[in-house]
């Protein structure tokens, strides 16, 4: 079940709203620009599977996706467990390009400032969320990491992410907290 979490920036700890039903989440992300569908694809790929098979398995998937989105790239998110050699993508960054983050398996939270507020998303499996270019985000997975998810882009330059500095996004509870 995916949760948004609504928090003015100044009270990291309690959310203004917190909602659960999926048409009431997809409306109010949609005030903001940002889109969230779901859709069962009936992957079953686990988090930590080589990328090799990952591709294999959801290659009709990806490119389902791709093509819905008119996306010119993407990266894997596939973590189970910590791995220190990854990119911490906890630390809020933007993208020049739309991005859809779209979970396989697992979940993730992916955190937005929009407005005047910070909005958190519980995605999970079958999630689609759909982010516009120049929105400062990051993806929470908290301590023990268990998600895999593709993130496509617009573009290939957009798939780079361009770090913020601004370490606030530390202060909002995490997958573990909420």
């Not at 990328?51 to 996306?71: F, I, K, N, P, W």
């Amino acid at each position: 079940m995916s949760i948004l979490c609504v928090f003015h920036p100044a009270s990291p700890d309690l959310p203004n709203k917190v909602l659960t039903h999926h048409d009431d989440i997809a409306a109010t992300l949609a005030e903001h620009g940002v889109r969230l569908e779901h859709a069962e694809h009936g992957l079953r790929v686990r988090p930590g599977t080589a990328q090799e098979e990952v591709l294999e398995a959801c290659r009709v998937y990806l490119d389902q996706l791709m093509t819905a989105h008119g996306s010119q790239a993407f990266v894997l998110l596939n973590r189970d467990g910590e791995d220190p050699t990854q990119v911490d993508v906890r630390d809020e960054h933007v993208h020049d390009a739309d991005e859809v983050f779209a979970v396989v398996s697992g979940r993730a939270q992916v955190g937005l400032r929009l407005a005047n507020g910070v909005y958190s998303v519980l995605c999970e499996k079958g999630d689609q969320l759909v982010v516009p270019a120049g929105t400062r985000r990051w993806v929470e997975l908290g301590q023990t990491p268990f998600c895999l998810a593709l993130r496509l882009y617009g573009s290939e330059q957009g798939v780079q992410a361009q770090f913020t500095g601004d370490e606030t996004s530390r202060a909002f509870p995490g997958i573990d907290e909420l």
